[in-house]
C-alpha cells in the first residue's frame, strides 16, 4: 500500500477490515447520550466532519440529535467506507487523514478513537488540518494521558499512543479555548462505552 506511514498502511489492511467486521455499528444509545452533553454547549452547528469514522456510529448518534445537518466523513478502510457510504445523509469519503485536503469548512470537526492511532511524528499535520476544516468548532474524544505513552494493541506495537491531544492543541493555536470536558466509562450502569475522555474546543470568534 502506498500510505505515508506504517499505521495508516495497518489500518488500511485487513487488520482495519477486521476491526469493522468486529466492532461495526455499535453503543448508538450511549454516543447519542455523549453528543447530547457535548452538543448542549455548542451554537449553531448545522454540519459536521468525523475524521476517521469507521461505519459510522457516530454519525447515526449525530443524526438522531441533528437530523438536518450536514454531515461529511473521512474513512481510510474500504471496507469501512463501503459500509459507511450505504448510510443516508453522509457524505463518504475514502481516504486518509494524512492525504485529505479541503477548502471546505465544517462547524464541528471531530476524532473519535482516531489521533490514537496516528504516528506521533505526524500529530502536528493532523492538528493543523482540524484546526483548519473547522469553521468553530473541534472536538477530541481519545484515550488520555498527561505525558505520552505508547500501548501495546492487539499484540502490535507502535499501533497506539495516549497523550494529551487537547492540550497539544490549545497550545499550538492560541485563539482556542476549552468549552468542556468529560469522560466515559465503560462500566456506567445506563450508557457504557469506551473509557474515552473527551474535550471540546471552540474558535474565537
Known sequence: ??????????????????????????????????????LKNTQGVNSFLELGANVGSNLIAI????????????????????????????????????????????????????????????LNEVYRKLYNLSRKYIWICEYYNPTPVEVE???????????????EMLDLYKDLSLQSYGFNYHRDNNFPTDDATWFLLKKSD
Not at 88 to 110: C, P
Request: include cysteine; charged fraction near 25%.
Open 1 to 38: 500500500m502506498g500510505f505515508k506511514t506504517e499505521q495508516e498502511n495497518f489500518w488500511a489492511s485487513d487488520f482495519g477490515t477486521e476491526y469493522t467486521q468486529r466492532n461495526g455499528i455499535c453503543n448508538i444509545p450511549s454516543r447519542i447520550t455523549r453528543f447530547a452533553e457535548v
Open 63 to 122: 443524526k438522531n440529535l441533528k437530523p438536518n445537518a450536514k454531515i461529511t466523513a473521512l474513512e481510510i478502510n474500504k471496507q469501512a467506507y463501503t459500509q459507511l457510504k450505504e448510510l443516508e445523509g453522509v457524505e463518504a469519503l475514502n481516504s486518509s487523514i494524512l492525504e485529505f485536503e479541503s477548502e471546505d469548512k465544517w462547524d464541528f470537526v471531530f476524532t473519535s478513537g482516531i489521533l490514537i492511532h496516528i504516528c506521533p511524528d505526524e
Open 153 to 167: 494493541y492487539r499484540g502490535n506495537s507502535g499501533k497506539l499512543f495516549k497523550r494529551d491531544f487537547a492540550g
